[in-house]
Protein backbone atom coordinates (compact mmCIF):
# COMPACT_ATOMS: atom_id res chain seq x y z
CA UNK A 1 0.00 0.00 0.00
CA UNK A 2 1.53 3.20 -0.98
CA UNK A 3 1.70 6.44 1.56
CA UNK A 4 -0.40 9.61 1.28
CA UNK A 5 0.11 11.58 -0.16
CA UNK A 6 2.71 9.59 -2.71
CA UNK A 7 6.07 11.03 -3.29
CA UNK A 8 7.99 10.09 -6.79
CA UNK A 9 10.85 10.99 -8.24
CA UNK A 10 12.64 10.86 -11.82
CA UNK A 11 16.27 10.67 -12.05
CA UNK A 12 16.85 10.72 -15.09
CA UNK A 13 15.21 13.90 -15.81
CA UNK A 14 15.04 15.42 -12.23
CA UNK A 15 11.25 15.83 -11.68
CA UNK A 16 9.97 15.40 -8.42
CA UNK A 17 6.64 15.96 -7.14
CA UNK A 18 4.29 14.80 -3.21
CA UNK A 19 0.37 14.23 -4.42
CA UNK A 20 -2.37 13.12 -2.24
CA UNK A 21 -3.63 9.49 -3.55
CA UNK A 22 -7.06 10.67 -4.52
CA UNK A 23 -5.48 13.60 -6.41
CA UNK A 24 -2.45 10.88 -8.31
CA UNK A 25 -4.43 8.07 -9.37
CA UNK A 26 -7.22 11.20 -10.81
CA UNK A 27 -4.39 12.16 -12.69
CA UNK A 28 -3.43 8.96 -14.04
CA UNK A 29 -6.37 7.63 -14.82
CA UNK A 30 -6.17 4.86 -13.10
CA UNK A 31 -6.08 3.31 -9.48
CA UNK A 32 -3.73 0.26 -9.75
CA UNK A 33 0.09 1.59 -8.98
CA UNK A 34 2.39 0.02 -11.11
CA UNK A 35 0.43 1.27 -14.52
CA UNK A 36 -0.44 4.79 -12.18
CA UNK A 37 3.43 5.88 -12.58
CA UNK A 38 3.96 5.73 -15.71
CA UNK A 39 0.40 7.41 -16.86
CA UNK A 40 0.91 10.00 -14.07
CA UNK A 41 4.50 10.80 -15.79
CA UNK A 42 2.82 11.17 -19.18
CA UNK A 43 -0.16 13.52 -17.92
CA UNK A 44 2.13 15.91 -16.56
CA UNK A 45 4.06 15.96 -19.72
CA UNK A 46 6.79 13.82 -19.88
CA UNK A 47 7.99 12.78 -23.34
CA UNK A 48 9.19 9.45 -22.25
CA UNK A 49 6.16 8.08 -20.56
CA UNK A 50 4.33 9.18 -23.36
CA UNK A 51 6.27 7.29 -25.80
CA UNK A 52 6.67 4.41 -23.70
CA UNK A 53 2.70 3.72 -23.42
CA UNK A 54 2.48 4.39 -27.09
CA UNK A 55 5.04 1.71 -27.61
CA UNK A 56 3.72 -0.47 -25.00
CA UNK A 57 1.37 -2.39 -26.79
CA UNK A 58 1.57 -6.15 -27.51
CA UNK A 59 4.09 -6.90 -29.67
CA UNK A 60 6.22 -3.76 -29.76
CA UNK A 61 8.75 -3.91 -26.97
CA UNK A 62 9.23 -0.81 -25.00
CA UNK A 63 11.65 1.75 -26.58
CA UNK A 64 15.46 2.32 -24.76
CA UNK A 65 14.66 5.59 -23.36
CA UNK A 66 11.88 5.28 -21.25
CA UNK A 67 10.76 7.08 -18.38
CA UNK A 68 12.49 6.38 -14.76
CA UNK A 69 9.84 7.91 -12.42
CA UNK A 70 9.45 5.65 -9.35
CA UNK A 71 7.79 5.86 -5.73
CA UNK A 72 10.08 7.22 -3.14
CA UNK A 73 8.54 5.49 -0.15
CA UNK A 74 9.45 6.20 3.40
Do not use: H
Not at 54 to 72: A, I, K
Request: charged share 20%; net charge positive.
Amino acid sequence: MLPDPITIQCELCGRFGRYRQAKFFQIAGTSEPTSALPCFAAAMGCKRAKKQLEQSTPGNPLYDGRCQVTYVLP
